[in-house]
């Protein structure tokens, strides 16, 4: 099983920076995607950005040039530098953990983290 833990969350004023770090451990399947989504109060949950174990990367289209999302060479942990942080980037964070069987197959796994709060004040 894996499991999920994040750090990096806190407050934080308008062009600021944030780092979230996300830690992968237990069973990882090589063919994997990790990501961060967020959701804002009263608001659905979205998708912020991804990175495939091929090093593929997919963001949303608000944090594009902002964010960047990167792993480590042993692809157990992600990143999300945000910088330029604005208000409408206040959220709760989530990591994302999807492994699969094969390339278009459906996950046979799915796991999340607990969440950070991120909060953008002006």
């Known amino acids: 099983q894996v499991q999920l833990v994040e750090s990096g969350g806190g407050l934080v004023q308008v062009g600021e920076s944030l780092r979230l770090s996300c830690a992968a451990s237990?069973?990882?399947?090589?063919?994997?995607?990790m990501g961060w989504y967020r959701q804002a109060p009263g608001k659905q949950r979205e998708l912020v950005a991804t990175?495939?174990?091929?090093?593929?990367?997919n963001y949303l289209d608000p944090v594009k040039g902002r964010f960047t999302i990167s792993r480590d060479s042993a692809g157990n942990i992600i990143y999300l530098q945000m910088n330029s942080l604005k208000p409408e980037d206040t959220a709760v964070y989530y990591c994302?953990?999807?492994?699969?069987?094969?390339?278009?197959?459906?996950?046979?796994?799915?796991?999340w983290g607990q969440g950070t709060q991120v909060t953008v004040s002006s």
């Open positions: 990175i495939a174990s091929s090093g593929k990367t």
């Open positions: 237990g069973s990882i399947f090589s063919i994997n995607t």
């Open positions: 994302n953990f999807r492994s699969f069987r094969f390339p278009g197959s459906l996950p046979t796994s799915d796991v």
